[in-house]
């Protein structure tokens, strides 16, 4: 056996193998970064960037099976026609309503939440998500079901209850925008009021006593402690809410599927499919999703402006 000395000369004397190049590159403080966000970049480039490059592209073209033309700015002529701005303007009256509810409600129930009066809090905040998991065709038949022109509709029932007549709920025009409005906000009423329990954690409980020291009322320190720390959320609620509603699709057609009488529950989204998949017109449909496009980011643009989410806080 060979002296235990010798044994850890040799040891010694053996060269270390250095890492390999690539792990050592890639392990970098340089690339890492780079590296958790790719999985982001690429589903951007594929699934968003390189469809929107293309639907612009198409929507300079007639597109036939086997056969495209360019035509210039023609689909775009043929956009603006009344029945386009009569589905604007659902759109916009959707977006409207959806935006104040899912906006302000979920605020004060968020608040109620979050109070000392409220118990099984957890037990709350973990069915609130429930809505939001069901599929909006599967939420929108129960709908029809509890909404239907019958009688013996649950809607209805509750109208007759209240001595009051039978509607039909599908086929007026507010009832029709009605039932939209109502489905978006049952789904995501519980996830907006999630945000605003998320943004009510970092409020701090030191301006709460500092306020009741000096006197302020329970409404004072909602709107001068609580909404002020809340404006980000607002402005991320409100700015995905107003981009859901423009491209609103499935509360629609959940409702009519073979289209609204008088196109009273037709959006922007409906048109576009009406247009380019039943009728077959893909560049005119492509068209309308490029206007479609420009409206919700100028929208959202004017949106963000006045709600100053460009300005640089105050140090």
């Known amino acids: ?65 086997g056969q495209i033309t360019f035509i210039g700015l023609s689909n775009y002529s043929r956009v603006f026609n009344p029945t386009f701005y ?26 109620l939440l979050d109070s000392k009066l409220v118990k099984f809090k957890t037990i709350f905040r973990a069915s609130l998500f429930v809505p939001a998991l069901a599929s909006t065709i599967v939420s929108g038949m129960v709908f029809r079901l509890m909404f239907g022109e019958t009688d013996t509709a ?12 039978s509607v039909d709920w599908r086929y007026n025009a507010w009832s029709g925008m ?14 907006n009021i999630l945000y605003f329990l998320a943004g009510l954690q970092n409020v701090p409980k030191e301006l709460y006593e500092a306020a009741e020291i000096d006197g302020a009322t329970t409404m004072k320190k909602f709107l001068y402690v609580t909404l002020p720390f809340l404006k980000p959320v607002t402005i991320f609620v409100a700015t995905i809410s107003v981009i859901a509603g423009f491209r609103m699709f499935e509360e629609s057609f959940v409702f009519w599927e073979a289209g609204s009488p008088g196109n009273i529950g037709l959006t922007v989204v409906g048109y576009l499919y009406q247009q380019g998949i039943q009728q077959n017109d893909m560049g005119f449909g492509a068209a309308i999703g ?18 100053g989410a460009f300005k640089k806080e105050d140090a």
């Open 154 to 165: 649950a809607a209805n029932q509750i109208m007759n209850w209240l001595g009051m007549d």
């Open 178 to 191: 009605f039932l939209m409005v109502l489905l978006c906000c049952w789904k995501w009423m519980g996830v």
């Open 1 to 65: 056996m060979l002296p235990a000395s010798r044994v850890r000369t040799q040891e010694l004397a053996e060269p270390v193998k250095e890492p390999n190049k690539l792990f050592k590159f890639l392990n970098s403080k340089k690339v890492v970064p780079y590296i958790f966000v790719s999985p982001f970049i690429l589903s951007f480039l594929v699934f968003s960037l390189y469809p929107s490059i293309k639907a612009i592209i198409m929507s300079f073209q007639s597109v036939l099976p």
């Open 86 to 111: 009569k589905a604007l303007s659902n759109t916009t009256i959707y977006v409207i309503f959806t935006v104040l509810i899912l906006t302000i409600t979920p605020i004060i129930l968020a608040v």
């Open 290 to 307: 490029v206007i479609l496009m420009l409206i919700i980011f100028i929208v959202s643009f004017i949106q963000l402006i006045l709600t």
